[in-house]
């Protein structure tokens, strides 16, 4: 029955996702302005659209919501709540005064001399998310009640930097065609075939990523703030449904950890340079 809900999830991320996706893109005078809003310039300076970030957040989150119960509750939460702020930051960052911030210190540094960037909006709005998803998962799958109220909120706490960090780490990778989704994938496919309470949100994980993944890899759509978080956010939620305290805690090290190393080393430049990863990476996606 499990791998059955699992199954149903993955088709329909999928079908939500393309769904989405198709509606976002459709040649309706009436949605021109909000569709040129979503038209960004990629690192080939090829013309891309951020509908496939919202498609996915849209797909992905939904799916996740209607699997049920409270794994399925909490990865709409933290999907939907942390699509909602990298849309914002999507639209907002590309304004005049927003651009110069970048990465945690940077929107840390601006909010130290008075300005508030969407960068850090975003980032208060993916913990929140975290926060409020995981508090809910962990309250109502009981787990507050077996190891007491003050041991359950630290538990929750972790889950909710985990679920905020892997939101993310997912955005770090999103630097080229295909990348964060071929990562995504990489993460959920496992979660999903594992079976277990946080199955059905990954199967929807995978399901709505590999649905969008010929766009994205066609450098016709990109993932952008908005998918790329959501996918961390429900791979996260997927992952502390599964895990005990010291899971958690060594999960959120090595998430963290990698968050910190990109600080000083490229991803791009590591994958570049290992074979293997360079070709898996290179996978699908359009020729120079």
């Known amino acids: 029955m499990g791998r059955r809900r699992a199954v149903l999830a993955a088709l329909a991320g999928a079908a939500a996702a393309r769904l989405a996706v198709r509606a976002m893109s459709a040649e309706v005078p009436a949605t021109k302005r909000a569709r040129d809003s979503l038209r960004r310039t990629n690192f080939r300076g090829r013309d891309v659209s951020l509908a496939g970030g919202l498609a996915y957040a849209a797909g992905a989150g939904g799916v996740a919501a209607l699997s049920g119960g409270p794994v399925g509750v909490a990865a709409a939460v933290a999907g939907l709540g942390a699509g909602a702020v990298g849309a914002?930051?999507?639209?907002?960052?590309?304004?005049?005064?927003?651009?110069?911030?970048?990465?945690?210190?940077?929107?840390?540094?601006?909010?130290?001399?008075?300005?508030?960037?969407?960068?850090?909006?975003?980032?208060?709005?993916?913990?929140?998310?975290?926060?409020?998803?995981?508090?809910?998962?962990?309250?109502?799958?009981?787990?507050?009640?077996?190891?007491?109220?003050?041991?359950?909120?630290?538990?929750?706490?972790?889950?909710?930097?985990?679920i905020a960090a892997s939101a993310n780490l997912v955005n770090l990778f999103d630097l080229r065609p295909g990348r964060a989704l071929k990562v995504g994938l990489a993460a959920a496919v496992p979660l999903a075939v594992a079976g277990g309470p946080g199955a059905p949100?990954?199967?929807?994980?995978?399901?709505?990523?590999?649905?969008?993944?010929?766009?994205?890899?066609?450098?016709?759509?990109?993932?952008?703030d908005a998918g790329a978080n959501a996918l961390g956010a429900l791979l996260g939620t997927a992952v502390a449904a599964r895990t005990g305290r010291r899971g958690r805690l060594a999960l959120l090290a090595g998430v963290v950890a990698l968050t910190a190393a990109s600080e000083k080393v490229s991803f791009t430049r590591v994958i570049e340079g290992t074979p293997g990863l360079r070709e898996l990476d290179a996978l699908g996606r359009v020729p120079k």
């Open 88 to 162: 914002y930051d999507d639209v907002v960052g590309s304004r005049p005064g927003q651009a110069g911030a970048k990465g945690f210190r940077g929107h840390l540094s601006a909010l130290r001399q008075g300005r508030v960037t969407s960068g850090m909006v975003k980032i208060i709005g993916i913990g929140v998310a975290g926060m409020a998803a995981a508090g809910h998962l962990d309250h109502r799958t009981g787990r507050w009640a077996r190891t007491g109220i003050v041991a359950g909120a630290a538990d929750a706490v972790v889950a909710g930097a985990l």
């Open 201 to 224: 949100a990954a199967a929807a994980a995978a399901g709505a990523a590999a649905a969008l993944l010929p766009d994205d890899l066609g450098e016709r759509t990109m993932l952008g």
